[in-house]
């Protein structure tokens, strides 16, 4: 399979979730009545976006090592909102944005993924150089739990290694470089983006921090249908339910 942020080519098969388990296992009953063990990309904990008997959409791979052809890749939740659950994904949905324009805010000339830094341990998502030919730094984040009111939030669990992420951007940040944190928000029901505190409150914290030092957040809202995944327009965020921030 082939895949852009446009387009899944072929496009996706459709069948029913049975259930979710192991993390990262998932039995589905696929459209012709087959039963399918496949792939679940996602490590997070799913709240709201794997409930048995739900639609979903998968994809099949063509190599023959791979002991579960296929991957499960959307999933429709009882409210009827689409959930790109491939958190993988979210770094080549937002690459496909800057290759076409859609991320204007950024003034991307250049970029390259995955990069090292200077002085720090890990890496960051992207290194872009803008068109005045400055470098700014974006780590991105896939978002897909959903609460009441349309907001979404970030992490669905714990999670320290997205804590250091947020960590970084402000170290880069207090050094003189831009920073900025993309929220990919891979769910058609949310119209707002905040940081779980209820879920990680040091995440949170951390949010709190790195804003206040000068990193930016950014928040995406995508397309999400059996043709592919793009980012189409912006949502609010805020560092807390009161206080939300328009996009520009």
């Known amino acids: 399979m082939a895949f852009t942020a446009l387009n899944y080519d072929p ?11 192991k993390r990262f296992l998932a039995d589905v009953t696929a459209s012709n009545g087959r ?6 990309p996602n490590t997070g904990a799913m709240t709201g976006c794997a409930e048995p008997g739900s639609r979903v959409w998968y994809s099949t791979s063509t190599t023959k090592s ?8 959307i999933i429709e939740t009882s409210a009827g909102h689409r959930v790109g659950i491939n958190s993988a994904l979210a770094n080549t949905i937002v690459e496909e944005a800057l290759r076409v324009g859609r991320l204007p805010e950024l003034d991307a000339e250049s970029w390259r993924r995955e990069v090292t830094l ?13 068109r005045a030919g400055t470098p700014c730094w974006v780590e991105v984040k896939s978002v897909t739990l959903a609460l009441d009111g349309g907001w979404g939030a970030f992490p669905d669990a714990v999670s320290a290694r997205a804590t250091r992420h947020v960590e970084v951007l402000q170290h880069l940040c207090n050094a003189g470089a831009r920073a900025v944190l993309l929220f990919c928000v891979q769910h058609t029901g949310i119209e707002r983006v905040r940081p779980a505190a209820e879920v990680d409150p040091r995440y949170a914290a951390a949010i709190g921090r790195a ?29 807390n339910g009161a206080d939300v921030r328009n996009p520009a």
């Open 11 to 21: 496009p996706l098969s459709r069948g029913r979730l049975v259930k979710r388990y």
């Open 35 to 40: 039963h399918l063990t496949m792939h679940c």
């Open 66 to 73: 791979r002991k579960y052809p296929h991957t499960l890749e």
């Open 118 to 130: 200077p002085n720090e341990a890990g890496r960051i998502d992207f290194s872009i150089t803008t």
């Open 211 to 239: 804003v206040a030092a000068g990193v930016e957040v950014i928040a995406c809202g995508c397309r999400i249908d059996a043709r592919g995944i793009a980012i189409t327009h912006r949502l609010p965020f805020a560092l």
